[in-house]
């Protein structure tokens, strides 16, 4: 059962999405088998040291907040355990960066280090937006420079992360603004509302879908059919998630996440000349 509740603590959801969607990236961009599983393991290493830090750093505030959804608060797990997992993730992730090329690893390495630092402190400032923009616009720089010769990505690859990104943020604060408010965390979408925010992670989400469309080689079928099935499923989780606590539009995002990964796949091949 620990080792269940430390899966739990890891943010499970988000960290095999994220994974999901750079293996599957790696794969229809060109990297072999060996280089898929290195980003694999990579950004799975990653996002677990991002998720245990974040639970370690905010044990007590989320006690405070009553969040019976934490391991650390329900006292599945302790929080002494959090700090080892954290250490042990953020060191296989090195080597695993590494593995895909000094100017690669480098590059997701910096993605994790932004990730780090909205847990140290970046969240409760109006700035809290920028490192969900600069990890996920990298992720994929990393995937794409770590094909042989180290090629970069079009331009349009990093600035669709960065906008998936961004849209997460806004979305993945929004059962906790008043849980974050009462416990001092005031990040940009604490400052500008849950309507705000919502507008915010709608609008970012749906141009990132939008610039997928317009940018690759995805059949026109396709094309224009999954940002109208991303906007639906926006809409639909949003309107889900007007209940105070409710994970409906999180879960909405990664939905759409999923539905660019279509995208991606059907133009993979042609990221790279």
Same mark, same amino acid.
């Given at each position: 059962? #620990?080792? $269940?509740?430390?899966?739990?603590?890891?943010?499970?959801?988000?960290?095999?999405?994220? *994974?999901?969607?750079?293996?599957?990236? +790696? +794969? =229809?961009?060109?990297?072999?088998?060996?280089?898929?599983?290195?980003?694999?393991? +990579?950004?799975?290493?990653?996002?677990?040291?991002?998720?245990?830090?974040?639970?370690?750093?905010?044990?007590?505030?989320?006690?405070?907040?009553?969040?019976?959804?934490?391991?650390?608060? *329900?006292?599945? $797990?302790?929080? #002494?355990?959090?700090? &080892?997992? *954290?250490?042990?993730?953020?060191?296989?992730?090195? &080597?695993?960066?590494?593995?895909?090329?000094?100017?690669?690893?480098?590059?997701?390495?910096?993605?994790?280090?932004?990730?780090? !630092? %909205?847990?140290?402190?970046?969240? =409760?400032?109006?700035? =809290?937006?920028? @490192? %969900? +923009?600069? !990890?996920?616009?990298?992720? &994929? *720089?990393?995937?794409?420079?770590?094909?042989?010769?180290? @090629?970069? &990505?079009?331009w349009w690859l990093p600035a669709v992360g960065a906008l998936l990104g961004a849209g997460a943020h806004f979305t993945n604060v929004l059962p906790d603004l008043a849980a974050d408010a009462a416990t001092g965390v005031r990040g940009l979408p604490h400052r500008i509302g849950a309507v705000g925010s919502r507008i915010a992670a709608a609008a970012l989400l749906l141009t990132a879908s939008v610039l997928l469309a317009v940018t690759t080689t995805a059949e026109p079928l396709v094309a224009v059919g999954l940002p109208a099935v991303a906007a639906a499923v926006l809409v639909t989780g949003f309107l889900r998630g007007r209940r105070d606590g409710s994970r409906a539009p999180f879960r909405a995002v990664l939905v759409v996440a999923l539905l660019d990964l279509v995208l991606l796949l059907a133009a993979g091949h042609t990221i790279v000349a």
């Open positions: 059962m #620990r080792a $269940v509740a430390l899966v739990r603590a890891s943010h499970p959801e988000p960290a095999v999405v994220v *994974t999901v969607v750079a293996a599957v990236l +790696a +794969a =229809s961009v060109g990297r072999d088998g060996a280089g898929v599983l290195a980003v694999a393991v +990579a950004v799975l290493a990653g996002q677990l040291s991002v998720g245990w830090l974040n639970d370690f750093l905010d044990a007590e505030r989320d006690r405070l907040a009553g969040r019976r959804d934490k391991p650390v608060v *329900t006292h599945a $797990v302790s929080r #002494r355990a959090l700090a &080892p997992a *954290t250490v042990v993730a953020a060191v296989v992730c090195v &080597p695993a960066s590494l593995a895909s090329g000094l100017a690669a690893g480098m590059v997701h390495l910096l993605a994790v280090a932004s990730a780090w !630092s %909205y847990n140290l402190g970046v969240k =409760s400032t109006p700035l =809290s937006v920028l @490192p %969900y +923009a600069l !990890s996920f616009g990298l992720l &994929p *720089t990393f995937v794409v420079l770590g094909l042989p010769g180290s @090629p970069p &990505p079009p």
